[in-house]
């Protein structure tokens, strides 16, 4: 009997994990399928106000975030529209003051809400995702950041692929619709 005990619980351990294993996939695939709808949702932008319409009002509501803040530090050299205060400006350095020299990410549990990033929204913002955008040489430097209302949303222990691509769609669309044409 013994070895017949063994068997059954090792088969139920294996159907139980087959079951977390289907479900974590499905789950994946849906975030993947909602990061390419908002993708799609930039890249069809007329125009920069346009493009930042999308990413504040449409993105949220496709990733279920509670804001998305698009962020350049001040610069004499090259200047970013503001679209109406969607797009804050950040003093001088405060990008590598936020995410550090070394970082492009940073991934907030709890206590993101920044009033210098997520303007009147900060009050709401418990977890948030950082990600420097450096749209191209001679463009001043910023963040997009990813906030919800609920902690621990975000965490440092998890992988940031998606946001990574996600920030990298819109940092090309930044470029698109701010580099000069030559």
Known sequence: FPCRTTHTIDWLLFKVIRVIWVNISKSNLETQSRIHRAVLALLNARGFEVFVEALQD?????????????????SEDATVPRCGGRVRRLTAGAVD????????????????????IFGPQADNIRSAAIVRVAPFYGDPVGIVAFGVAEPDYFSPAQAHDLIMFLASVIEFGVRRWLTPAQ
């Open 58 to 74: 449409l993105v949220p509501e496709l990733l279920d975030l509670d804001a998305i803040a698009l962020c350049f530090e001040e």
């Open 97 to 116: 003051q936020v995410l550090g020299e070394e970082n492009d990410v940073w991934l907030l549990p709890d206590n993101a809400g920044d009033e210098a």
